[in-house]
């Protein structure tokens, strides 16, 4: 495979300069209209049957190899957050409020370039390469959207991958595991219902800001105290809102954050806790609480038997690399819809180079990354593709 690296060297300018277009022009989940519409336009410059509008804002892209075989899905996320930037940057975001900060922009411009390698290469791979890309990754049902298109049909794949630009892995290294790799996500809200009243006469209210601060406090005791020490969980409250004015006790108070697990026994476990502490604590200070919990994803479970090919490429073409085989994060990804229908690997690309500066984390206002990662990222789902479509 070492011409996919020396195309992928080859071609970095070109990658580097769509991540820098993208990263200017950020756009959030199902609005990444013109995002889309560049996509279609690199894909149909190289002769790819190309779908648009597919999950709403989505692109699909059929490649044929060079004899019969597996359909192999590759998928490329490509919406940005919410997030006013702060880097200095000379590409920095022109979208007031968006941004780039997960590396989604890097995501695309793989995909752009491991379309144009592998259709250099037509005759080296077998069957078909299904490129996917996806809108409203975070959090906003994008994947569910695309299944729902009938992204999975007409040809469906027999295997699918994916990668992450990682900012917690240094440059030069990879997160590769087989089975789970990436969390379940929970989002609840919660609001507590009180009785209002004057903030100078608690004892004629029922107070749902002090009840809120012993619900948030006692939720801490989910983890630590019902979750096995061998097992993972998050619960982390992430908003409070209420009241409006000092004086002013009031009649309720809204609270918001998220539920991490990797184990569906777990999961429940969790949610029964989270449930009577919410509920019980309303209770027994004279409030009464709403509770909504809403699914975000399944965890992100990858096949043994594709992740540990894909660990031994990574290991042939990069053996001086590091390649960690055990790498699991809280974070969820909704390539887990996917990876509950195909059988598949979503694995980690290391991005972050201290010695540059690249340090700061997924989804804050002064992310940014090493952009060799783009080398290092084109050349394995690359090589991947290749080597997985003659049979693992």
């Keep these: 495979m070492t011409s996919i690296y020396e195309d992928a060297l080859n071609l970095f300018d070109y990658t580097r300069s769509l991540r820098r277009d993208f990263h200017r022009f950020p756009e959030l989940g199902f609005q990444e209209n013109r995002t889309s519409a560049i996509i279609t336009r690199e894909l149909g410059s190289i002769g790819l049957d190309v779908k648009t509008g597919i999950g709403k804002t989505g692109v699909v892209a059929l490649l044929e190899g060079g004899r019969p075989g597996p359909v192999i899905l590759l998928r490329f996320d490509m919406d940005a957050l919410p997030i006013q930037e702060t880097t200095d940057v000379d590409f920095k975001s022109q979208n ?40 409203a990754e975070e959090g906003l049902g994008g994947a569910e959207s695309m299944i729902s298109d009938g992204v999975l049909d007409k040809p469906k794949p027999d295997i699918a991958l994916a990668l992450h630009l990682w900012n917690e892995i240094p440059i030069g290294s990879f997160g590769i595991t087989p089975g789970s790799m990436m969390a379940a996500g929970d989002i609840f809200h919660v609001r507590i219902h009180g009785k209002g009243g004057h903030g100078a006469l608690p004892h004629l209210a029922n107070d749902p800001v002090l009840t809120a601060a012993n619900v948030i406090t006692t939720l801490q005791t989910i983890v630590s105290r019902n979750v096995s020490p061998l097992q993972t969980a998050v619960v982390s409250v992430t908003t409070i809102n209420g009241g409006e004015a000092f004086n002013v006790i009031p009649p309720w108070i809204d609270l918001q954050g998220t539920i991490r697990t990797f184990e569906p026994q777990v999961r429940e476990r969790v949610l029964e806790k989270f449930s009577l ?29 594709i992740s540990g090919c894909i660990s031994t490429i990574a290991s042939q073409i990069f053996p001086t690399c590091i390649i960690d085989t055990s790498f699991r994060t809280m974070v969820s990804e909704d390539m887990a819809y996917i990876l509950q229908n195909i059988p598949g690997c979503m694995f980690f690309i290391g991005s972050a180079n201290s010695e540059k500066g690249f340090t700061a984390a997924h989804h804050h206002p002064n992310f940014n990354f090493d952009e060799q990662a783009l080398i290092y990222a084109t050349t394995l789902i690359t090589s991947s593709a290749i080597r997985i479509s003659h049979g693992l």
């Design 96 to 135: 007031q409020g968006v941004m780039h900060a997960c590396g989604h922009d890097g995501h695309i411009a793989v995909g752009l370039t491991t379309a144009r390698i592998l259709n250099n290469h037509r005759s080296e791979f077998a069957g078909k390469i299904k490129f996917i890309f996806q809108p």
């Design 277 to 305: 502490i919410v509920e019980g604590i309303s209770s027994a200070m004279g409030c009464r609480a709403e509770i909504d919990v809403i699914k975000l994803t399944p965890a992100v479970i990858n096949d043994a038997r």
